[in-house]
């Protein structure tokens, strides 16, 4: 069993959809990243939190530390937020990382 | 600023070859993480380097993998000889510190194939 799991494992949407991606850990954190990879391997990070819930444009990140549980929602969903979202997360100097939601945005 | 730079971008070798790849990380950035993300996985972390120092090499393999940063700023990572597993996407990340709160920014990465 992974220590981090990520559901879906991908998803097709239609553009301007609300989009929820959810991830479950199993470890104690010190931190939790979500990390978005485009074709090609680039991987930009998103959001690192520790505690309650992050907002950056139509993105909104959220962790619940008892339920070992967060969430990354999408807004008002656009072809270009195509991707796959990674959740991972760091005990100390170990990561363990998620195998990632494919999302597609169909226009 | 610059983000992390890696090269090359792609790289197909036989099987039994050596290969190295090479990561600048930003600047000022102390931390530097190595990962390995073989396709449909999500990355592992091979090796974090804190300035010129190891801090864990724990999943590197070391029999064949090698990994430096002598003056503490850009760093090689080497595998020799390569064998077909190690396909996969080679990627350099960097933090400003290595503390959990601190976050990663990522190279591109480089594609490994061997064949």
């Known amino acids: 069993k992974n220590e981090v799991e990520q559901s879906p494992q991908n998803l097709t949407a239609q553009e301007g959809e609300f989009i929820t991606i959810n991830c479950s850990y199993s470890v104690g954190i010190s931190a939790l990243h979500w990390l978005q990879q485009h074709p090609g391997g680039g991987i930009v990070s998103l959001f690192m939190?520790?505690?309650g819930k992050k907002k950056h444009g139509r993105l909104i990140a959220t962790i619940n530390i008892q339920e070992k549980h967060s969430s990354l929602h999408i807004t008002a969903s656009h072809p270009r937020d195509s991707a796959v979202y990674i959740c991972?997360?760091?005990?100390?100097?170990?990561?363990?990382f998620g195998t990632g939601t494919s999302l597609t945005v169909i226009p | 600023e610059a983000g992390v730079a890696q090269s090359p971008r792609y790289k197909i070798i036989e099987k039994r070859q050596s290969v190295a790849f090479w990561c600048n990380p930003i600047s000022g950035h102390a931390t530097l993480y190595w990962y390995q993300q073989i396709l449909g996985q999500g990355p592992k972390l091979l090796i974090q380097?804190?300035?010129?120092?190891?801090?864990?090499d724990s999943q590197l393999p070391k029999d064949r993998f090698s990994a430096e940063r002598l003056k503490g700023v850009d760093s090689t990572l080497k595998i020799q000889p390569a064998k077909l597993e190690d396909s996969a996407v080679y990627l350099c990340a960097s933090s400003l510190r290595g503390a959990a709160y601190n976050e990663q920014f990522f190279g591109p990465g480089t594609r490994l194939t061997v064949l």
């Open positions: 380097f804190q300035n010129n120092g190891v801090v864990d």
């Open positions: 991972a997360v760091r005990n100390g100097n170990q990561f363990y």
């Open positions: 939190l520790s505690s």
